[in-house]
């Protein structure tokens, strides 16, 4: 690809965009949803996922079914269960965003930490989800 050249956007791609958008937009809300729900599960749960279909909304992805997903895809996913397996929440956000036949990693350290976006939020965790269901669901309708 070279820089400057725009292709057009398929809708493979557009979904992609506006996550890393509003992922952007709302790290220190998203850093204050993972470590609310790092508090009340740990990761017995598994990794937060936001599947998008048929609208938005954070999910769990346990890490059986990441393994299993590997299997099938003839172990593309190493660096995301790498990286998964070595998640620090007191640090870092780690996350799946999940398309219409596809996944993406969301990772990033928001500033502040996970810990001081949740109290400076000051909100609880069902609060948080509903709040960014909703703004996600208003990113994807641009």
């Given amino acids: ?11 493979d791609n557009k979904w992609r965009r ?5 992922v952007k937009a709302h790290q220190q809300e998203l850093g204050a949803l993972a470590w609310g729900l790092w508090l009340e ?3 017995s749960q598994g990794t937060i ?3 998008l279909q048929p609208q938005p909304h954070f999910v769990y992805c346990p890490k059986e079914v990441i393994a299993k997903l590997n299997d099938h895809v003839e172990n593309r996913l190493q660096e995301v269960i790498g990286i998964i397996e070595h998640y620090q929440p007191e640090i ?17 350290e ?6 001081d976006c949740f109290q400076q939020i000051g909100q609880d965790v069902d609060s948080l989800l509903d709040l960014l269901e909703e703004l996600l669901a208003k990113q994807l309708q641009d």
Avoid: C, R
């Fill in 1 to 11: 690809m070279i820089f400057g050249t725009t292709q057009p956007e398929s809708p």
């Fill in 18 to 22: 506006q996550l890393d958008q509003f």
């Fill in 41 to 43: 599960n740990g990761d």
């Fill in 49 to 51: 996922g936001i599947n």
């Fill in 92 to 108: 870092e956000v780690v996350m799946v965003g999940i398309g219409k036949d596809q996944i993406k990693l969301i990772h990033f």
């Fill in 110 to 115: 928001p500033q502040p930490a996970p810990p």
